[in-house]
């Protein structure tokens, strides 16, 4: 809440041409839009660049935030709980706390969409170390899923 009476200068501009923050832009990438720290936890923005058969996160739900999805380009396979759907641009699928989903680019062409958390929940740190989970044990992958919320099922 601002309480000032005046405004301030304070947006954030973000140009097109900047790179990604995890990944290769044109492949697999994650831009971060607006994050929990420049929001100030009310959402988390991100851009999400998939190749070609860039497969994703099997199902999984999160207690703590909703999570939605705007296909900005391409093909992406969004699971809503009940049943995988060819979204493409301009499809939106909101996802509330505790909802069943997984997405995945199933096709033979790259795909662009954007994630929305609400509220913000810092995904960064889960971005960037999610390929670390390889060589994790059981426990270190069980505590990290746990610090991010996110609870994966056997579905789908």
Known sequence: MYLGDDGEINADFRPAKTP???????AD???YLAT????????????VEMRAHAGGPRTHFHKTISESFFILNGTVRLFDGGQW???RQGDF???????????????DSPADMLLLFTPG?????????????ADATDEERAEFLLKHDSYFVEQS
């Not at 990604?20 to 044109?26: E, L, Q, R, Y």
């Not at 936890?41 to 851009?47: N, P, T, V």
């Open 93 to 107: 699928l909101h996802v509330p706390q505790g909802g069943l989903h997984a997405f995945r680019n199933d096709s």
């Open 29 to 31: 990438a994650i831009h």
């Open 121 to 133: 929940a810092p995904r960064e740190e889960y971005f960037e170390k999610l390929s670390q989970l």
């Open 85 to 87: 759907i060819d979204a």
């Open 36 to 47: 929990t720290t420049t929001t100030h936890g009310e959402f988390g923005l991100y851009r």
């Open 20 to 26: 990604p923050d995890v990944g290769t832009a044109g």
